[in-house]
């Protein structure tokens, strides 16, 4: 048992190395185009809290930029070899809170959603997103500048996104 947990350690600290990298790279790009980036929920936590990816382990890597840049950023990421995750269902994510989720071109299925929204428009719950940029706070993600919430909007956002979006259920 001792070392199935061991081998499971191992691959888990491997895919987290390279989801750090990822996030780098996503970041360097978009700032090089002039993109401010957000980064949301674990990729925040790990960035801040927990001081690093290894310690804080995450399925995908969210991110939010401004509403009227998310396209953009999303073409770029396109540009740059990330993959479509899922075909079809355009029409649900023309008023989705993110765009359709995008998969690493190195093929290690690390996956980017890029946020216009830090929460669904439609949903009870809502942030102003001026406030939200107003109270950011910068943070080194390699040698590029990224942005994370302020605690009050990271934890107001991690606890409206488990209990509605994910319903108190497993993420």
Excluded at 87 to 106: I, R, T, W, Y
Excluded at 118 to 132: A, C, I, V
């Amino acid at each position: 048992v001792r070392e199935k947990f061991r081998a499971q350690a191992a691959i888990t600290e491997f895919r987290m190395a390279l989801t750090e990298t990822a996030l780098r790279q996503v970041v360097r790009t978009l700032e090089a185009e002039g993109i401010r980036v957000m980064l949301l929920k674990g990729a925040a936590l790990a960035t801040t809290v927990y001081g690093s990816f290894l310690k804080r382990p995450m399925g995908d890597f969210d991110i939010l930029v401004p509403a009227g840049e998310a396209e953009r950023a999303w073409n770029l990421m396109r540009a740059v070899g990330w993959k479509l995750e899922l075909e079809g269902g355009a029409q649900f994510f023309d008023s989705h809170h993110h765009l359709p989720g995008l998969v690493d071109p190195k093929g290690l299925n690390l996956v980017l959603e890029i946020h216009r929204f830090m929460l669904p428009p439609t949903g009870p719950f809502t942030f102003d997103e001026s406030d939200l940029w107003r109270d950011a706070r910068p943070v080194q993600v390699g040698n590029s500048r990224a942005w994370v919430p302020s605690d009050v909007h990271q934890l107001l956002h991690l606890s409206v996104h488990f209990a509605w979006s994910h319903m108190f259920s497993g993420m």
